[in-house]
C-alpha cells in the first residue's frame, strides 16, 4: 500500500509539474513565433530579418513569420511589438533609430527602449555621406570646405526629421562650423536617385543602401560618419580619421527584442539560438556584403546595458540638436 501511494503521489505531482510555467517555458516554442519588422518588405532591415529566420527556424524548430508593420519612422511597429503578449512568441527587429531615437524624438511613440526585453544583437553598419560625382568631392573634409565656400547653399537629404542619418548632420554641421540646407525624405532610394540627378547635392543614409551606387560609379562615397572605417567600404574614410570632425562616432546598430517581463529562460534561448545562427560562415558572408559588421555574441545583459549606453548618448545629442520633438 506505501507503495502504491508514493506512486499515486509521484504521478499526481508530475501531473502537476507538467501544466506548470516551468513546464511550458521547457517546451518553448510549441508555435510559430511572429518577429515584427517595423520598415516594408525589401528594406534594409527587412533583408536582414529574412537571412537570419531560416537559421532561427532550424534552431528552434518551429517557423519564425516575419509582419512587416510600417510607418512613423519604425515607432508604429515597435509600438506593436511592445504591446503583444510577452510569451517569447512576438520578437521584434529593432535599430537604432527605432528603439532609441524614436522615442526621444517622437511625442507620441509611447514607449522607450526599457519597454523591451533585449535579446541580442545583429550588428552593426554604417552612416555614409554620397554626393553627386560632378561636385568632385572625395572626402569628408572635401565636402566642409566646398559647405563654407558655398554658406547655405549645399543641400543634403536625410531620411525623417528626427532620424539617425538628420542627428548625425547636425552633429556634423555643429563640428565642422558650416550651413547646409536640410531637405527630409521618405526613403534612401529617393536619396539616392535625387543625388544622382543632380536635384540634391549631398545624401546621407545607411551605407548598406548605397554599395551599389557607390560601387557603380553612380554616387561618389564621400565618408561614413563613425570613428573607424566602416566594412562596407574600407575605401570611405570616417570621421574620425577627418580632423574637423573629431570625437563624431555615428552607425546603426540592429537587434533582436521581444516584450518588457518576456520569461528568462525563453530571451536566454532565443538569445542563444541567434547567435548560433550569426556563426553561420555563409551568413556572415552574406551580412559583409552588404556592409554589415557582425556583432560578437554575448548575453542578453551586456546587449542591453549597451541599448541604455545609446540612449544616454543619443539622449544628450538631441538635447544639443535643432531638431524639436514632434
Not at 42 to 50: H, K, N, S
Request: hydrophobic residues 40%; aromatic residues 6%.
Amino acid at each position: 500500500m506505501k507503495i502504491i501511494s508514493r506512486l499515486a503521489g509521484a504521478a499526481t505531482l508530475c501531473a502537476l509539474f507538467a501544466g506548470s510555467p516551468t513546464a511550458a517555458l521547457a517546451e518553448y516554442p510549441e508555435r510559430p513565433v511572429k518577429l515584427i519588422v517595423p520598415y516594408a518588405p525589401g528594406g534594409t532591415v527587412d533583408v536582414f530579418a529574412r537571412l537570419i529566420v531560416p537559421g532561427l527556424e532550424a534552431k528552434i524548430g518551429k517557423p519564425v513569420i516575419i509582419e512587416n508593420i510600417q510607418g512613423a519612422g519604425g515607432a508604429i511597429g515597435v509600438a506593436r511589438a511592445v504591446r503583444s503578449t510577452n510569451d517569447g512568441y512576438t520578437i521584434l527587429m529593432g535599430i537604432v533609430s527605432d528603439v532609441v531615437l524614436a522615442p526621444l524624438t517622437e511625442s507620441s511613440a509611447g514607449y522607450t527602449y526599457k519597454d523591451l526585453e533585449p535579446i541580442g544583437p545583429l550588428g552593426t553598419s554604417g552612416l555614409a555621406v554620397v554626393s553627386n560625382p560632378a561636385l568632385n568631392i572625395r572626402n569628408l573634409s572635401e565636402l566642409i570646405a566646398y559647405a563654407k565656400k558655398n554658406p547655405g547653399k549645399v543641400s543634403y537629404g536625410a531620411t525623417g526629421a528626427s532620424s539617425l542619418p538628420a542627428l548625425a548632420m547636425e552633429d556634423f554641421k555643429r563640428r565642422a562650423k558650416v550651413e547646409m540646407n536640410f531637405i527630409p525624405y521618405a526613403s534612401a532610394s529617393k536619396i539616392a536617385v535625387d543625388v544622382m540627378g543632380g536635384h540634391l547635392d549631398v545624401g546621407v543614409s545607411g551605407l548598406p543602401a548605397l554599395l551599389e551606387h557607390i560601387k557603380g560609379g553612380k554616387l561618389t562615397g564621400v565618408g561614413v560618419l563613425s570613428k573607424d572605417r566602416d566594412l562596407g567600404n574600407k575605401d570611405l574614410p570616417s570621421a574620425g580619421e577627418t580632423p574637423e570632425l573629431k570625437g563624431a562616432d555615428f552607425f546603426f546598430w540592429t537587434g533582436l527584442f521581444a516584450p518588457k517581463g518576456t520569461a528568462a529562460p525563453i530571451i536566454n534561448k532565443l538569445n542563444n539560438a541567434f547567435a548560433d545562427v550569426l556563426k553561420d560562415p555563409k551568413v556572415r558572408s552574406r551580412f559583409a556584403d552588404l556592409g554589415v559588421k557582425i556583432s560578437d555574441p554575448t548575453t542578453p545583459q551586456t546587449f542591453g546595458a549597451f541599448v541604455a549606453q545609446s540612449n544616454a548618448q543619443y539622449e544628450q545629442l538631441v538635447r544639443q540638436s535643432n531638431l524639436p520633438k514632434n
